[in-house]
């Protein structure tokens, strides 16, 4: 698209000119006007810059870039004046002018490479604000949540109030649940969303290093310290900062994470400073952390202090109608990344993902489709193009060799001893009636404490 520029200048000779010497760059739609009515009356046409001239006689210059401000104060306006009047220049700079241009033989050129400089400006304004709209598009609710049971929904509506509120949020599930992109999709769609996401793996950072990772150091703070550096906690500022694996973080630097989320302030390593911080905290620990309080491996002060609203991802095995809807969807990612028409999946293959109850959860269901993709012929997938990875020799996710009634029963007897036996809690969870479960202790289908 063409870049517009509008110059208003009274004077027809000096106006051609600058008209000429900018409408050299074809990528300029440039328009000339000879009055301050004429170039008003035409601001409905939206150009993206505005060339005026300081002295012009039906308006004082002041008054007019007050009046462009008023009507759109996104249009970018260069004032070309014959005064050379400093204080006068300085002034308009304050008032939103771009920039100030004296009328003598160097005006052509600072006028070219002002326009240049404003038109990169804004291009770079829009790519930022492109990539911030794919970014939310991205991270869409309906985009990164996918899924339609009913344990999901139940999911869905937590992050929905975590999204309405500035608590802190803490994630739990299994490995490969998606904690990271639950966690991505409240920061994107709260108040917080233009300004940074940050995330930190507890268990992927030595001990010894995990404190200056967090809270910065000083320059000098200890052997190659060459430089001051800003920690996670001063990166997130404003925004949100996520801590996965926050159950790996040893009792020391417990002590030191409670004190900033109780102070909102850091002091980085080296400095006696504090820092004031403004972050919105989300964990995530595939660890039961109440558990972990119990055993003396975690603080109950900070336990209580993260634990803001807590949101239990739940397993694949659980999610059994959502196993298909999240391998087409991975299907069409990987058609949309790799340029393919279309793959579709048999009958056989679609039976042989239901029946396997993935211990690795979405992530592994992930890169079963993948594999998948690569192995099928003819743009469609087969059973026997789909490869289960047997990582995990738990007996209890071999759905094939249990009936619907064993595994159900495995179910139901795994949340009594989770919830204490507490079969009203299970019902709820499991959204089923209290009266099957008592029928089924009392026939000894299951067992319970």
């Known amino acids: 698209m063409s870049f517009k520029v509008f110059i208003v200048e009274d004077d ?18 440039v328009s000339l006007f000879t009055t301050a009515k004429d170039l008003l009356n035409n601001l409905y046409k939206l150009p993206d810059l505005v060339c005026m001239d300081f002295g012009l006689p039906d308006m004082a210059g002041e008054k007019l870039l007050k009046e462009i401000q008023s009507r759109n104060k996104n249009i970018p306006v260069i004032i070309i004046s014959g005064q050379e009047d400093i204080a006068v220049a300085v002034n308009l700079l304050k008032t939103g002018a771009k920039d100030y241009i004296i009328k003598d033989e160097h005006t052509k050129d600072l006028l070219w490479k002002s326009v240049i400089n404003i038109k990169e400006n804004l291009s770079l304004k829009k790519e930022v604000e492109e990539l911030k709209e794919q970014l939310e598009h991205k991270y869409a609710l309906e985009d990164s949540i996918i899924g339609k049971s009913d344990t999901i929904k139940k999911t869905f509506s937590l ?8 608590i802190n949020v803490s994630l739990t599930g299994e490995t490969g649940t998606g904690k990271e992109v639950f966690a991505k999709a409240i920061h994107y769609h709260s108040e917080r969303k233009k300004k940074p996401f940050i995330t930190v793996n507890m268990a992927a950072i030595p001990a010894n290093l995990a404190e200056s990772e967090l809270f910065g150091y000083e320059k000098g703070a200890f052997t190659g310290a060459l430089n001051t550096k800003k920690g996670k906690f001063e990166e997130a500022h404003g925004g949100t900062l996520f801590l996965d694996e926050i159950g790996e973080l040893e009792l020391p630097l417990q002590s030191k994470l409670l004190r ?5 302030e850091i002091v980085r390593v080296g400095s006696n400073k504090p820092i004031p911080i403004d ?3 989300i964990t995530a620990t595939h660890k039961n952390l109440a558990e972990e309080v119990k055993k003396g491996n975690f603080r109950e002060d900070l336990f209580f202090r993260v634990i803001g609203l807590p949101i239990e991802l739940p397993p694949l095995r659980e999610r059994q109608n959502d196993v298909l809807v999240l391998a087409k969807y991975f299907i069409d990612e990987y058609i949309k990344q790799n340029k393919i028409k ?28 993948d594999l998948a993709c690569v192995m099928c012929n003819n743009n469609e997938i087969k059973a026997e ?8 020799t738990n007996p209890t996710y071999s759905l ?10 495995e179910i139901i007897s795994h949340y009594l001893k989770k919830y204490d036996s507490n079969v009203l809690l299970v019902a709820e969870k499991l959204d089923i009636g ?16």
């Open 12 to 29: 027809p000779w000096y106006g051609q000119l600058l008209l000429h010497h900018l409408s050299l760059n074809p990528d300029y739609e």
């Open 279 to 281: 972050i919105r905290l």
């Open 385 to 392: 193009d789909i490869t289960f990875y047997q990582i995990n």
């Open 400 to 409: 094939a060799e249990k009936t619907l009634r064993e595994y159900e029963n």
């Open 434 to 449: 209290k009266s099957k479960i008592y029928n089924l202790i009392k026939n000894g289908d299951i067992q319970i404490d």
């Open 159 to 166: 992050v929905q109030k975590a999204i309405q509120s500035n």
């Open 260 to 264: 900033v989320i109780q102070e909102r």
């Open 342 to 369: 279309s793959i579709n999946l048999s009958e056989e293959a679609k039976t042989k993902l239901k029946k396997y109850a993935f211990p690795g959860n979405v992530r592994e269901l992930k890169a079963v489709i």
